[in-house]
C-alpha cells in the first residue's frame, strides 16, 4: 500500500493513465520500425477491447478480424470457457514449475493432444511454434545422427537460429548466416528431394503441409511420396502445422487430408494456446523421443524453463475441450468452402483477381496483371516499385472504409491470406465478400483515393 492507502500496482490505472502513449512507447523503446510501418499505412488503431471475431475502437465500432493474431486466436478472443479455466488454475494454487516432479497437466494435454494422432507418441511442451520447430530439427538430427534438414522454398518455420536455417525467405535470413546445414527443395519436387536424400546425410525434411506464403498447398499424394522417400532413406518427415494445425484447415492437422500420411515428428503451437499462454509442442514417436532420452544422465538434455507450465496446459486443454464441443474443425471446413466459393466466383468478373484458393479457413486471395490497357498501366507503375503493393492497396481500404483487418501473405507476394477465428459463420462471410467486392470495384474503376494511395506507396518504396 501508498501511504493514501492505494495499491501500489492498479493495472486498470496505468492503463488510463498511460494507455493513449501506446504508439511512442513502442518508438522509444521497443521496434521503432512498427509504429513507423503502421502510421504510414494507416493501420495505427486505436483498439479497446476484443471478443470473438471482433474488435471495437473508442468510439463503439467494430472490426471483423480476418488474421486472428496470425493464427493464435483460433478460438477468437477471450472465449469464455478458456477464460474460465484460467481463472480456475490461478486459483488452484498450484505448485508449478517445480521441475522436480511430475505435475499431472502437462500428461493430461499430452494425452489428448495425442489421441489425434494415433501414429505419434510423446510430446514435448515449449513455448512458441518456432521452439516446438527448433525441437523437431535437434531431435530429428540426434535421431537419425544425420546433420542436414531439407526445408522447401518459400517455407516460413520460425526466427531463431535453427528455424531460420529452414526459412525459405531471404529477407528473413539475410545478415545471420552461418546457420545450420540446409538445402531448400521445390515443394511438390520429388526429385530433387530423392537427389539430396541419395547424399545420405539427411536427417529429414521439414514441410508445411499448406505454406503461409502464399497460400501454397503441397501437391496431392506428395506428402505420401516424399515420407515414403524419406523412410527409405532412413530419414524422418517432420509436418510443420504450428499454423495449420488444431483445426485451421478443416481437419484437426492439415497433413491429415492425404491418407497414409504420419509424420515422424509433428510441430504445433499458435491456437493451442487458446490466444492467452504462449505454447508450443513437438510431437513425435516413441522410439525418436527414447533416442534423445537414451539414460537418466540426459533427463534434461532439452527441456525449457517455462514449458508445461500451468496456465499453458490449462489454456490447452480448454481448447481442446472447446474444438470438440463446439465442433470446431466442422465450422473451419464448412465456413472455409463457403467463403472460398463466394470468392472464387468473383475471379472472372475482376481481372485483377487471378486465383483463390486454400483449405478450410485458411485462403490465399492472389491478384495477377490486367488485360486493359488502363489497369496495365497503373499495375506495372506498382511492380516497378516493388512488388506486391497491389496487394496492400487492397488490405489498406479493407480496415480503412470497411474495418476488416487482414493481412498480405508475405514480402514482394500479391496475396493477401485469410487466416480467421474458426469460429466465424456465414455472417463474417456475407461481410468480408461484400467489403472486397467494393474494394474491387473501386481498384477496377479507377477509384482515385485507392490508387493515389498506390502512388504513395510507390514513393515509400522508392524512398526504402
Given at each position: 500500500m501508498t501511504a493514501d492507502g492505494t495499491e501500489r500496482f492498479d493495472l486498470t490505472r496505468l492503463l488510463a493513465e498511460r494507455g493513449g502513449e501506446r504508439y511512442d512507447l513502442h518508438a522509444r523503446h521497443l521496434n521503432?520500425?512498427?509504429?513507423?510501418?503502421?502510421?504510414?499505412?494507416?493501420?495505427?488503431?486505436?483498439?479497446?477491447?476484443?471478443?470473438?471475431?471482433?474488435?471495437?475502437?473508442?468510439?463503439?465500432?467494430?472490426?471483423?478480424?480476418?488474421?486472428?493474431?496470425?493464427?493464435?486466436?483460433?478460438?477468437?478472443?477471450?472465449?469464455?470457457?478458456?477464460?474460465?479455466?484460467?481463472?480456475?488454475?490461478?486459483?488452484?494454487?498450484?505448485?508449478?514449475?517445480?521441475?522436480?516432479?511430475?505435475?499431472?497437466?502437462?500428461?493430461?494435454l499430452a494425452?489428448?493432444?495425442?489421441?489425434?494422432?494415433?501414429?505419434?507418441?510423446?510430446?514435448?511442451?515449449?513455448?512458441?511454434?518456432?521452439?516446438?520447430?527448433?525441437?523437431?530439427?535437434?531431435?530429428?538430427?540426434?535421431?537419425?545422427?544425420r546433420p542436414r534438414v531439407l526445408y522447401c522454398a518459400?517455407?516460413?518455420?520460425?526466427?531463431?537460429?535453427?528455424?531460420?536455417?529452414?526459412?525459405?525467405?531471404?529477407?528473413?535470413?539475410?545478415?545471420?548466416?552461418?546457420?545450420?546445414p540446409d538445402t531448400p527443395v521445390p515443394l511438390g519436387d520429388l526429385d530433387a528431394l530423392e537427389r539430396e536424400l541419395r547424399r545420405g546425410d539427411v536427417a529429414g525434411l521439414?514441410?508445411?503441409?499448406?505454406?503461409?506464403?502464399?497460400?501454397?498447398?503441397?501437391?496431392?499424394?506428395?506428402?505420401?511420396?516424399?515420407?515414403?522417400?524419406?523412410?527409405?532413406?532412413?530419414?524422418?518427415?517432420?509436418?510443420?502445422?504450428?499454423?495449420?494445425?488444431?483445426?485451421?484447415?478443416?481437419?484437426?492437422?492439415?497433413?491429415?487430408?492425404?491418407?497414409?500420411?504420419?509424420?515422424?515428428?509433428?510441430?504445433?503451437?499458435?491456437?493451442?494456446?487458446?490466444g492467452y499462454v504462449p505454447v508450443g509442442a513437438t510431437l513425435g514417436k516413441d522410439w525418436i523421443f527414447k533416442k534423445v532420452y537414451s539414460s537418466m544422465d540426459r533427463v534434461l538434455v532439452h527441456s525449457a524453463s517455462f514449458g508445461s507450465n500451468a496456465q499453458?496446459?490449462?489454456?490447452g486443454l480448454a481448447v481442446l475441450a472447446v474444438m470438440e464441443d463446439e465442433g470446431i474443425v466442422a465450422n473451419a471446413r464448412t465456413t472455409g468452402e463457403l467463403?472460398?466459393?463466394?470468392?472464387?466466383?468473383l475471379v472472372d468478373k475482376y481481372e485483377l483477381l487471378h486465383d483463390v484458393r486454400g483449405r478450410g479457413l485458411m485462403v490465399g486471395i492472389e491478384f495477377g496483371r490486367p488485360r486493359s490497357l488502363g489497369l496495365r498501366g497503373r499495375w506495372t507503375m506498382l511492380q516497378a516499385a516493388r512488388k506486391g503493393l497491389f496487394a496492400q492497396m487492397v488490405v489498406v481500404p479493407?480496415?480503412?472504409?470497411?474495418?476488416?483487418?487482414?493481412?498480405?501473405?508475405?514480402?514482394?507476394?500479391?496475396?493477401?491470406?485469410?487466416?480467421?477465428?474458426l469460429i466465424i459463420g456465414e455472417r463474417e462471410v456475407d461481410r468480408f465478400v461484400t467489403a472486397f467486392t467494393a474494394v474491387m470495384d473501386e481498384a477496377h474503376n479507377g477509384g482515385s483515393l485507392m490508387w493515389d494511395f498506390g502512388r504513395n506507396l510507390v514513393k515509400q518504396a522508392m524512398t526504402r
Open positions: 521503432h520500425q512498427l509504429p513507423r510501418m503502421l502510421r504510414t499505412i494507416g493501420f495505427d488503431k486505436v483498439y479497446e477491447r476484443a471478443e470473438g471475431a471482433y474488435f471495437w475502437d473508442a468510439e463503439g465500432r467494430d472490426y471483423l478480424d480476418m488474421l486472428a493474431g496470425f493464427g493464435v486466436m483460433g478460438l477468437g478472443r477471450h472465449h469464455p470457457v478458456v477464460r474460465k479455466a484460467l481463472h480456475d488454475v490461478l486459483d488452484a494454487s498450484l505448485a508449478d514449475l517445480t521441475r522436480f516432479d511430475c505435475p499431472p497437466l502437462p500428461g493430461l494425452e489428448r493432444l495425442l489421441s489425434y494422432t494415433p501414429y505419434l507418441d510423446r510430446v514435448f511442451f515449449g513455448n512458441s511454434g518456432t521452439e516446438a520447430v527448433e525441437t523437431a530439427l535437434k531431435f530429428a538430427r540426434y535421431a537419425t545422427g518459400h517455407a516460413f518455420h520460425g526466427l531463431t537460429v535453427g528455424s531460420l536455417s529452414v526459412n525459405g525467405e531471404n529477407g528473413f535470413r539475410d545478415g545471420f548466416a552461418p546457420l545450420l521439414i514441410v508445411e503441409p499448406v505454406q503461409g506464403k502464399g497460400v501454397h498447398e503441397a501437391p496431392p499424394g506428395y506428402l505420401r511420396a516424399a515420407q515414403d522417400l524419406l523412410h527409405r532413406h532412413k530419414a524422418l518427415l517432420i509436418a510443420d502445422e504450428v499454423q495449420t494445425g488444431i483445426g485451421r484447415t478443416g481437419a484437426f492437422y492439415a497433413h491429415q487430408h492425404e491418407p497414409g500420411v504420419e509424420p515422424d515428428l509433428v510441430c504445433v503451437a499458435k491456437a493451442l494456446s487458446g499453458a496446459m490449462a489454456a467463403l472460398r466459393s463466394r470468392l472464387a466466383a479493407l480496415l480503412q472504409k470497411h474495418r476488416i483487418l487482414t493481412q498480405v501473405s508475405g514480402d514482394e507476394v500479391e496475396v493477401i491470406k485469410l487466416i480467421p477465428p
